[in-house]
């Protein structure tokens, strides 16, 4: 339970950062993704089961404060935490390299299905600029949170399961 409770806290802490106070930062032309890092770390860790639970948590987070269609952050998220959560069975955790990189294939595939809803459908097609200017930026400022955020969130959670499982024994053995 505590670990559900961290791993909401946290959510709501990586939303507020993400649309808050990075986008007020000078120096910062794109801000880091950061709800897309925790919800495929969470996918990561547990499967896909949790990782559609936060994923949905985190888009209904992000369609409540942006304007558009209902849902549609609720759909990448969900469906992020899914395909994360699909690859938790190749996942070990001294292995950096196919969470970071899925954190960029994320990434790609949330700023291609942005660019369609956001821009095809109102006719405005340079691509070459959307990428240059937005898709590029944002993916590498996400992968390098990623690599900042990864182990301190893989700490965390492994400490809460912990202690979770230590509870629950510590109840079995009254």
Avoid: H
Avoid at 59 to 77: C, H, K, N, R, V
């Amino acid at each position: 339970m505590r670990r559900v409770i961290a791993n909401i806290l946290i959510i709501i802490l990586a939303f507020v950062l993400q649309t808050s106070v990075f986008p007020f930062l000078p120096f910062l032309v794109v801000s880091p993704n950061l709800l897309l890092i925790v919800v495929f770390v969470i996918g990561f860790l547990y499967g896909e089961k949790e990782g559609v639970l936060y994923g949905i948590l985190a888009g209904l987070l992000m369609d409540a404060f942006y304007s558009g269609p209902f849902g549609y952050f609720t759909l990448i998220f969900g469906w992020i935490g899914f395909m994360n959560g699909f690859f938790s069975r190749y996942y070990f955790d001294e292995y950096i390299f196919l969470p970071i990189a899925m954190c960029g294939i994320n990434e790609v595939i949330y700023n291609l299905l942005l660019f369609v809803v956001r821009y095809i459908l109102r006719r405005k097609t340079d691509f070459g600029y959307y990428l240059k200017t937005i898709i590029l930026p944002e993916i590498m400022l996400t992968i390098i949170f990623a690599l900042i955020l990864y182990k301190p969130l893989l700490m965390l959670n492994s400490k809460m399961k912990k202690l979770d499982e230590t509870k629950k024994g510590a109840k079995l053995v009254q």
